[in-house]
């Protein structure tokens, strides 16, 4: 399906399209570039936007876990967020892949700081209104994966957003053990 295709069906359906790329919302474009490069998929029949999503449970020595407390944004606005870091699942990886690669960019370490990997045996799914891309639900397949890492800060710390992708609206996460 084609961008005019995809433009088509939301418009049939009356999507507010005039709220994308307004606030914190995505822009349309952004959406196609999402889906171009596997990040998501599109189930038109049902208006769904449907993303794989590794959480990473990243445990330090003495077994405290990693939160991202808050993100700023290129914008400056500051977002409370109090969660474990997540990546999205591109097309063709496995999970232990897409949670390797969001830990190195997300904490810029090198790899040999991780003393263990291993996937949890288990699985979730969400649906929520999408706050990227107003009148779309979307639904999160989530999938967990637990790391031990040292040569982290003991102390919260902050690392800069090195990617500088289109459609990047983060330029800092802030980081809390808990």
């Given at each position: 399906m084609n961008g005019v295709q995809i433009l088509d069906i939301l418009k049939q359906n009356e999507t507010p399209l005039h709220l994308w790329g307004v606030g914190e919302a995505k822009s349309y474009n952004h959406f196609l570039d999402e889906l171009s490069k596997g990040e998501s998929f599109f189930d038109y029949q049902n208006l769904v936007r449907v993303l794989n999503v590794v959480k990473m449970v990243i445990k330090n020595r003495v077994g405290k876990t990693l939160y991202e407390a808050n993100q700023?944004?290129?914008?400056?606005?500051?977002?409370?967020?109090?969660?474990?870091?997540?990546?999205?699942?591109?097309?063709?990886?496995?999970?232990?892949?897409?949670?390797?690669?969001?830990?190195?960019?997300?904490?810029?370490?090198?790899?040999?700081?991780?003393?263990?990997?291993?996937?949890?045996?288990?699985?979730?799914?969400?649906?929520?209104?999408?706050?990227?891309?107003?009148?779309?639900?979307?639904?999160?397949?989530?999938?967990?994966?637990?790391f031990i890492i040292h040569e982290l800060p003991d102390n919260p710390f902050a690392t800069e957003e090195i990617k500088s992708n289109v459609g990047d609206y983060v330029s800092t996460h802030f980081w809390e053990w808990i």
């Open positions: 700023e944004l290129k914008n400056g606005v500051i977002k409370k967020r109090m969660q474990i870091p997540s990546e999205k699942i591109v097309k063709s990886e496995s999970i232990l892949v897409a949670a390797l690669r969001g830990v190195l960019e997300e904490l810029q370490i090198k790899e040999s700081y991780i003393l263990k990997t291993r996937v949890l045996p288990f699985f979730t799914q969400e649906f929520r209104k999408s706050a990227s891309y107003p009148g779309l639900i979307s639904c999160y397949n989530l999938f967990y994966v637990e």
